[in-house]
Protein backbone atom coordinates (compact mmCIF):
# COMPACT_ATOMS: atom_id res chain seq x y z
CA UNK A 1 0.00 0.00 0.00
CA UNK A 2 1.28 3.48 -0.55
CA UNK A 3 0.82 5.15 2.69
CA UNK A 4 3.87 7.74 1.81
CA UNK A 5 3.27 10.00 -0.63
CA UNK A 6 1.73 13.44 -0.89
CA UNK A 7 -2.07 14.44 -1.13
CA UNK A 8 -2.80 14.76 -4.83
CA UNK A 9 -5.30 17.87 -4.89
CA UNK A 10 -8.15 17.99 -7.04
CA UNK A 11 -10.35 20.58 -8.17
CA UNK A 12 -14.20 20.03 -8.07
CA UNK A 13 -15.63 22.34 -10.60
CA UNK A 14 -12.55 20.69 -13.48
CA UNK A 15 -14.16 17.21 -12.52
CA UNK A 16 -17.65 18.14 -13.09
CA UNK A 17 -16.73 20.05 -16.57
CA UNK A 18 -14.73 16.83 -17.33
CA UNK A 19 -17.01 14.21 -16.67
CA UNK A 20 -19.35 15.56 -19.62
CA UNK A 21 -22.63 14.98 -17.50
CA UNK A 22 -23.04 18.51 -15.56
CA UNK A 23 -26.78 18.77 -16.53
CA UNK A 24 -27.24 15.17 -15.73
CA UNK A 25 -26.11 15.61 -12.53
CA UNK A 26 -27.97 18.43 -11.40
CA UNK A 27 -31.21 16.57 -12.32
CA UNK A 28 -29.73 13.51 -10.07
CA UNK A 29 -28.97 16.58 -7.32
CA UNK A 30 -32.56 17.77 -7.61
CA UNK A 31 -33.69 14.20 -7.17
CA UNK A 32 -31.52 13.29 -4.40
CA UNK A 33 -33.02 16.53 -2.39
CA UNK A 34 -36.84 15.81 -3.05
CA UNK A 35 -36.38 11.74 -1.82
CA UNK A 36 -34.66 13.35 1.09
CA UNK A 37 -37.73 15.22 2.60
CA UNK A 38 -39.18 11.60 2.60
CA UNK A 39 -36.06 9.49 3.55
CA UNK A 40 -32.53 10.23 5.17
CA UNK A 41 -30.76 9.57 2.37
CA UNK A 42 -27.91 12.04 3.10
CA UNK A 43 -27.80 14.44 6.25
CA UNK A 44 -30.71 17.17 6.33
CA UNK A 45 -28.22 19.73 6.14
CA UNK A 46 -26.63 18.77 2.78
CA UNK A 47 -27.08 21.51 0.27
CA UNK A 48 -25.81 21.66 -3.30
CA UNK A 49 -22.16 22.28 -2.91
CA UNK A 50 -21.96 19.44 -0.93
CA UNK A 51 -23.42 16.95 -3.54
CA UNK A 52 -20.92 17.99 -6.33
CA UNK A 53 -18.03 17.16 -3.38
CA UNK A 54 -19.86 13.79 -2.83
CA UNK A 55 -19.94 13.72 -6.67
CA UNK A 56 -16.26 14.73 -7.50
CA UNK A 57 -14.92 12.51 -4.82
CA UNK A 58 -17.18 9.41 -6.30
CA UNK A 59 -15.13 10.49 -9.29
CA UNK A 60 -11.44 11.03 -8.35
CA UNK A 61 -10.00 7.07 -8.85
CA UNK A 62 -10.73 7.69 -12.24
CA UNK A 63 -8.73 11.12 -12.39
CA UNK A 64 -6.13 8.95 -10.38
CA UNK A 65 -5.41 5.99 -12.35
CA UNK A 66 -6.35 4.13 -14.99
CA UNK A 67 -8.91 1.49 -15.55
CA UNK A 68 -9.69 -0.55 -18.54
CA UNK A 69 -13.06 -0.59 -20.02
CA UNK A 70 -15.59 -1.34 -17.61
CA UNK A 71 -18.88 -3.56 -18.66
CA UNK A 72 -19.83 -4.58 -15.61
CA UNK A 73 -19.94 -2.90 -12.23
CA UNK A 74 -21.63 -3.78 -8.45
CA UNK A 75 -21.91 -1.11 -6.28
CA UNK A 76 -22.24 -2.18 -2.50
CA UNK A 77 -24.51 -0.14 0.22
CA UNK A 78 -25.49 2.50 -2.16
CA UNK A 79 -27.67 4.56 -0.63
CA UNK A 80 -28.73 7.93 -2.17
CA UNK A 81 -26.14 6.29 -5.33
CA UNK A 82 -22.83 7.85 -4.57
CA UNK A 83 -20.70 6.79 -5.90
CA UNK A 84 -22.72 4.46 -7.84
CA UNK A 85 -24.87 6.97 -10.23
CA UNK A 86 -21.81 9.46 -10.73
CA UNK A 87 -20.46 6.86 -12.10
CA UNK A 88 -23.11 5.59 -14.45
CA UNK A 89 -23.92 8.97 -15.21
CA UNK A 90 -20.12 9.71 -16.66
CA UNK A 91 -19.94 6.05 -18.22
CA UNK A 92 -22.86 6.41 -20.29
CA UNK A 93 -21.39 10.04 -21.31
CA UNK A 94 -17.92 8.08 -22.92
CA UNK A 95 -20.62 6.07 -24.71
CA UNK A 96 -18.98 3.19 -23.79
CA UNK A 97 -21.40 0.34 -24.85
CA UNK A 98 -24.05 -1.32 -22.73
CA UNK A 99 -22.95 -1.74 -18.95
CA UNK A 100 -23.96 -4.71 -16.34
CA UNK A 101 -24.65 -2.86 -13.32
CA UNK A 102 -25.78 -3.73 -9.53
CA UNK A 103 -26.86 -1.87 -6.60
CA UNK A 104 -26.86 -3.41 -3.42
CA UNK A 105 -28.72 -1.12 -0.99
CA UNK A 106 -29.96 -3.37 2.69
CA UNK A 107 -32.86 -0.89 3.44
CA UNK A 108 -35.74 -1.39 1.58
CA UNK A 109 -36.88 2.34 1.88
CA UNK A 110 -33.26 3.46 0.82
CA UNK A 111 -33.04 0.98 -2.39
CA UNK A 112 -37.00 2.07 -3.49
CA UNK A 113 -35.77 6.11 -3.62
CA UNK A 114 -32.71 4.94 -5.17
CA UNK A 115 -34.82 2.91 -8.07
CA UNK A 116 -36.80 6.45 -8.18
CA UNK A 117 -33.85 8.06 -9.16
CA UNK A 118 -32.31 6.01 -11.32
CA UNK A 119 -35.65 5.12 -13.44
CA UNK A 120 -36.08 9.02 -13.55
CA UNK A 121 -32.58 9.59 -14.56
CA UNK A 122 -32.64 7.21 -17.53
CA UNK A 123 -29.73 4.76 -16.12
CA UNK A 124 -30.22 0.96 -16.64
CA UNK A 125 -29.05 -0.34 -12.99
CA UNK A 126 -30.48 -3.52 -10.77
CA UNK A 127 -31.57 -2.27 -7.39
CA UNK A 128 -30.96 -4.74 -5.22
CA UNK A 129 -32.59 -4.45 -1.47
CA UNK A 130 -30.15 -6.82 0.22
CA UNK A 131 -26.36 -7.19 1.80
CA UNK A 132 -23.74 -8.18 -0.53
CA UNK A 133 -23.59 -11.54 1.75
CA UNK A 134 -27.11 -12.44 0.73
CA UNK A 135 -26.36 -11.82 -2.92
CA UNK A 136 -25.85 -14.39 -4.94
CA UNK A 137 -24.18 -13.28 -8.75
CA UNK A 138 -24.21 -15.64 -11.88
CA UNK A 139 -21.07 -13.46 -12.89
CA UNK A 140 -17.76 -11.91 -11.91
CA UNK A 141 -17.92 -7.75 -11.94
CA UNK A 142 -14.83 -5.74 -13.54
CA UNK A 143 -15.56 -3.10 -11.22
CA UNK A 144 -16.32 -3.50 -7.00
CA UNK A 145 -17.20 -0.06 -5.23
CA UNK A 146 -17.75 0.61 -1.65
CA UNK A 147 -18.10 3.91 -0.03
CA UNK A 148 -20.99 4.52 3.02
CA UNK A 149 -20.43 0.57 4.62
CA UNK A 150 -17.33 -0.18 6.89
CA UNK A 151 -14.72 -2.38 5.45
CA UNK A 152 -14.05 -5.75 6.97
CA UNK A 153 -11.70 -8.73 6.49
CA UNK A 154 -15.21 -10.58 6.12
CA UNK A 155 -16.90 -8.15 3.52
CA UNK A 156 -13.12 -7.28 1.59
CA UNK A 157 -13.49 -11.22 0.85
CA UNK A 158 -17.01 -10.98 -0.14
CA UNK A 159 -16.10 -7.90 -2.67
CA UNK A 160 -13.07 -9.91 -3.70
CA UNK A 161 -15.24 -12.75 -5.02
CA UNK A 162 -17.35 -10.69 -6.78
CA UNK A 163 -14.63 -9.54 -8.48
CA UNK A 164 -12.96 -10.98 -11.70
CA UNK A 165 -9.23 -11.40 -12.11
CA UNK A 166 -7.01 -8.05 -13.05
CA UNK A 167 -11.05 -6.42 -11.94
CA UNK A 168 -10.97 -3.73 -9.37
CA UNK A 169 -12.53 -3.19 -6.08
CA UNK A 170 -12.56 0.84 -5.17
CA UNK A 171 -12.72 1.68 -1.32
CA UNK A 172 -13.89 4.89 -0.41
CA UNK A 173 -11.07 5.86 2.47
CA UNK A 174 -8.14 3.51 3.73
CA UNK A 175 -8.86 0.34 5.70
CA UNK A 176 -8.40 0.29 9.05
CA UNK A 177 -6.77 -3.36 9.50
CA UNK A 178 -3.53 -5.22 7.22
CA UNK A 179 -5.03 -5.40 3.97
CA UNK A 180 -1.22 -7.28 2.33
CA UNK A 181 -1.82 -10.50 0.22
CA UNK A 182 -0.51 -12.63 -1.96
CA UNK A 183 -3.90 -12.46 -3.94
CA UNK A 184 -4.28 -9.32 -4.31
CA UNK A 185 -2.86 -5.85 -4.59
CA UNK A 186 -4.09 -2.99 -2.42
CA UNK A 187 -2.70 0.64 -3.41
CA UNK A 188 -4.34 3.81 -0.84
CA UNK A 189 -4.19 6.84 -2.43
CA UNK A 190 -4.48 10.75 0.13
CA UNK A 191 -6.04 13.75 -1.94
CA UNK A 192 -7.25 16.88 -0.83
CA UNK A 193 -10.17 18.99 -2.79
CA UNK A 194 -9.63 22.33 -3.73
CA UNK A 195 -5.88 22.69 -1.83
CA UNK A 196 -8.46 22.48 2.12
CA UNK A 197 -8.45 19.99 4.23
CA UNK A 198 -9.55 17.56 4.95
CA UNK A 199 -6.93 15.04 3.58
CA UNK A 200 -8.90 11.59 2.23
CA UNK A 201 -8.29 8.83 0.68
CA UNK A 202 -9.42 6.07 -1.51
CA UNK A 203 -7.96 2.38 -1.72
CA UNK A 204 -7.95 0.54 -4.86
CA UNK A 205 -7.61 -3.25 -4.71
CA UNK A 206 -6.45 -5.64 -7.52
CA UNK A 207 -7.06 -9.58 -7.78
CA UNK A 208 -3.54 -11.20 -8.69
Known sequence: MNCEA???????????????????????FRLVLAENTKINLVSRETNHADLER?????????????????KSYLDIGSGAGFPAVPILLAQSSREQGPLRAVLCERT?????????????LGVKAEIIGKT????????????????????TPVLLKYALS??????????YTRPDFD???ATFHAETVDFTLDKAPPVKSFTVFRKN
Not at 108 to 120: M, S, Y
Not at 136 to 150: C, G, H, I, N, Q
Open 6 to 28: APIDFSVSDILRRSGCAAKFERY
Open 54 to 70: LTAESLIPFEAGEFESV
Open 108 to 120: VKKAAALRRIVQA
Open 132 to 151: LEECSFDAEFDLVTLRYVKL
Open 162 to 171: ALRQQGHFIY
Open 179 to 181: VRS
